[in-house]
């Protein structure tokens, strides 16, 4: 919920309607006439078109707003966390592989990621100098 300073009054989510907002009761929700925005009064709704609620809305925001709202949603922050965890799962499956390549003793080691990154660039350094001798 922002404040608007053109206009002074509550810039709400498309998808939030104002008499959801909490603020009925200050008349929030009723227009000039008294009718409530897409209601049986006859106001149009912030999508007035069916399929596109809050439209015309959006078209007066930045760019970086309208992707702040549009990533602010369930649906949105779900597919992001699972596509992190198959990024994060990939990474790590990468890790695991390289320390298999790698001699250490004893064999089954726990080693952090640096620590396998550091021996993966030692051990390629080894394996230079004994190509070169």
């Not at 992707?67 to 779900?78: C, D, I, W």
């Not at 620590?115 to 230079?128: K, M």
Request: glycine share 10%; net charge positive.
């Amino acid at each position: 919920m922002m404040l608007n300073s053109d206009t002074m009054e509550l810039d709400l989510p498309p998808t939030h309607s104002e008499t959801e907002s909490g603020f009925s009761d200050c008349g929030g929700g009723a227009g000039p006439d008294g009718a409530v925005p897409g209601g049986p009064g006859g106001g149009l709704a912030r999508g007035s078109e069916p399929g596109e609620p809050g439209r015309k809305d959006l078209q007066h925001l930045s760019r970086e707003e309208r992707r702040r709202r549009r990533r602010a949603t369930a649906k949105y922050r779900t597919a992001h966390a699972t596509r992190e965890r198959i990024r994060v799962e990939a990474f790590n499956l990468a890790f695991a592989e390289l320390r298999k390549l790698l001699p250490t003793l004893p064999p089954d080691k726990k080693l952090s990621k640096i620590e396998i990154l550091r021996l993966a660039i030692c051990y390629i350094s080894y394996l230079n100098h004994v190509l070169d001798v």
